[in-house]
């Protein structure tokens, strides 16, 4: 079955460090990825998506992620992190022959001290 | 649009009873997904649609679950009897269509609906 794995449950930065979460499915054939980011008390809000074209997708925020196909990865940076960037973090697939199923990692918690 | 719209957004309820949690899609799109979300097991997928046919129900937990979509414009998650560990944030989202190679766009999703089973 296709999965999603983010390696980090909790990652505590200071402000104005830099931020890569981990992200990899397993899944061999086309996908879409996406990564979402749960503000504390709201919904999943889409941060950015990759379907096709430029590996290197940039998002809002300030945010990108880069899809490399030969390690099965989504991996989300960003080079200088806010107080206001703490929240929950998923990466998703969407798995081409599965009818629009989408599928979410169990989400990394970020904390940014100010 | 108003986006996705969930009801009620906090339900507290005691073991044994029904619960019926709504959803209202966004106008015009096919897909509509359920999720629970809880601590131990992050966000996992209940069920979708496709055009009001549920497409995949293997994430429904016991046959407690059920889920019916009537129309485009309404689906309902029903928990029957309703147990404590069905404590979480079950939210609802939804998708235009999906294209051949699947590049539509991303799901948008509900504020959620807090279930406390006590």
């Known amino acids: 079955a296709q999965s999603v794995s983010q390696h980090n449950h909790h990652v505590i930065l200071s402000e104005a460090a830099s931020l890569e979460l981990g992200c990899n499915y397993s899944?061999?054939?086309?996908?879409?990825l996406f990564w979402y980011v749960q503000y504390p008390g709201q919904h999943l809000q889409l941060l950015l998506k990759y379907f096709s074209g430029d590996p290197l997708v940039k998002g809002i925020k300030g945010f990108e992620a880069e899809f490399i196909k030969s390690k099965f990865s989504f991996n989300l940076r960003k080079p200088s992190v806010q107080w206001s960037d703490t929240a929950e973090y998923f990466c998703?697939?969407?798995?081409?022959?599965?009818?629009?199923?989408?599928?979410f990692g169990q989400g990394t918690e970020l904390s940014v001290k100010p | 649009d108003a986006g996705v719209i969930q009801s009620p957004r906090h339900e507290v309820t005691e073991m044994g009873q029904e619960v019926t949690l709504r959803c209202k899609p966004i106008?015009?799109?096919?897909?509509l997904f359920w999720y629970r979300q809880t601590m131990m097991r992050g966000l996992e997928l209940l069920i979708y649609?496709?055009?009001?046919?549920?497409?995949?129900d293997s994430g429904m937990p016991e046959d407690r679950f059920s889920a019916k979509m009537p129309n485009a414009s309404f689906s309902t998650l029903k928990i029957q009897p309703s147990e404590p560990r069905d404590s979480a944030v079950y939210f609802c989202a939804s998708r235009p269509h999906q294209g051949y190679t699947g590049t539509d766009t991303e799901a948008f999703f509900g504020q959620g609906t807090r279930l406390t089973v006590v």
């Open positions: 998703a697939v969407n798995v081409g022959n599965q009818g629009g199923k989408l599928i």
């Open positions: 649609f496709n055009n009001n046919v549920p497409i995949d």
């Open positions: 106008s015009g799109h096919d897909y």
């Open positions: 899944y061999g054939g086309t996908v879409n």
